[in-house]
């Protein structure tokens, strides 16, 4: 319970003490990457505050020159701690509608390029996705968690078609990321924090141009089929 209080404590006061003074910087800079560099620090603090050693294999396979869309599964708040911690880019996120009432946080991310999206609207998520479609061929990475929400069981969901759709449309290469021990560190139906390793797996980017957009389910069985080998590799206990 300390851990995962000392673990909120933190991330929460960074957000409303730090956060502002990157916002104002940001803002006369005309550049999100202060933004990122100030989230990057803290996902590495709240991680060592947790008690969550990373494991990263892969990583070698990412071009930080390159444009990509980052597509990983999604088992815990942890997930994207991990993950800001590691990828050698400033990913933008499609991100829910509800957190644009957050105060501070809501700045911050339209200052660094989120994309916003009611997913109960069908016209303004496709409003969003236009907009991911439209910032990725401009030179933006994308990350985005395909299952849509966190595992409830441990078991990896069946990947959205909407990351695909952006795929295709946009032309960048996909970057398929396995994450696995981060359910035990804190599933979303535990508060409490459990100090462990969460491994995350890269894999080669699937490159996307010349695919029509009737390609797109065999597109998201094939990404899907491969976040989701790693996971069966460390359920028979094997090391890769």
Same mark, same amino acid.
């Given at each position: 319970m300390l851990r995962t209080g000392l673990v909120a404590f933190v991330? #929460?006061?960074?957000?409303?003490?730090?956060? %502002?003074?990157?916002?104002?910087?940001?803002?006369?800079?005309?550049? %999100?990457?202060?933004?990122?560099? +100030?989230?990057?620090?803290?996902?590495?603090?709240?991680?060592?505050?947790?008690?969550? *050693?990373?494991?990263?294999?892969?990583? *070698?396979q990412v071009d930080r020159r390159k444009t990509y869309l980052f597509v990983a599964n999604h088992q815990s708040y942890f997930d994207t701690l991990a993950l800001l911690a590691t990828i050698p880019q400033d990913p933008r996120f499609i991100v829910k509608q509800e957190l644009y009432k957050v105060p501070i946080l809501n700045i911050g991310m339209?200052?660094?390029? #989120?994309?916003?999206?009611?997913?109960?609207?069908?016209?303004?998520?496709?409003?969003?996705?236009? @907009?991911?479609?439209? @910032?990725?061929?401009? +030179?933006? /990475?994308?990350?985005? #968690?395909?299952?849509?929400?966190?595992?409830?069981?441990g078991k990896m969901g069946t990947f959205k078609k909407g990351p695909f759709v952006i795929a295709?449309?946009?032309?960048? %290469?996909?970057? %398929?990321?396995?994450? /696995?021990?981060?359910y035990d560190v804190m599933p979303p139906t535990r508060f409490l924090i459990k100090p462990g390793t969460v491994t995350l797996t890269f894999y080669p980017p699937v490159e996307t141009r010349g695919l029509a957009s009737n390609d797109r389910d065999a597109l998201r069985e094939k990404i899907q089929n491969i976040v989701a080998s790693s996971l069966v590799e460390a359920a028979e206990g094997i090391r890769t």
């Amino acid at each position: 319970m300390l851990r995962t209080g000392l673990v909120a404590f933190v991330i #929460f006061g960074l957000i409303f003490l730090l956060l %502002p003074f990157l916002i104002v910087i940001a803002w006369f800079r005309r550049k %999100p990457d202060i933004l990122y560099t +100030g989230a990057r620090l803290a996902s590495r603090l709240g991680l060592k505050l947790a008690g969550v *050693h990373l494991q990263v294999r892969g990583l *070698h396979q990412v071009d930080r020159r390159k444009t990509y869309l980052f597509v990983a599964n999604h088992q815990s708040y942890f997930d994207t701690l991990a993950l800001l911690a590691t990828i050698p880019q400033d990913p933008r996120f499609i991100v829910k509608q509800e957190l644009y009432k957050v105060p501070i946080l809501n700045i911050g991310m339209k200052l660094g390029r #989120f994309v916003f999206i009611d997913r109960k609207d069908r016209g303004d998520s496709v409003r969003g996705m236009n @907009q991911a479609v439209a @910032q990725l061929q401009q +030179g933006e /990475s994308f990350l985005v #968690f395909a299952e849509g929400t966190r595992t409830r069981s441990g078991k990896m969901g069946t990947f959205k078609k909407g990351p695909f759709v952006i795929a295709l449309q946009s032309g960048v %290469p996909i970057v %398929p990321i396995t994450i /696995s021990g981060s359910y035990d560190v804190m599933p979303p139906t535990r508060f409490l924090i459990k100090p462990g390793t969460v491994t995350l797996t890269f894999y080669p980017p699937v490159e996307t141009r010349g695919l029509a957009s009737n390609d797109r389910d065999a597109l998201r069985e094939k990404i899907q089929n491969i976040v989701a080998s790693s996971l069966v590799e460390a359920a028979e206990g094997i090391r890769t």
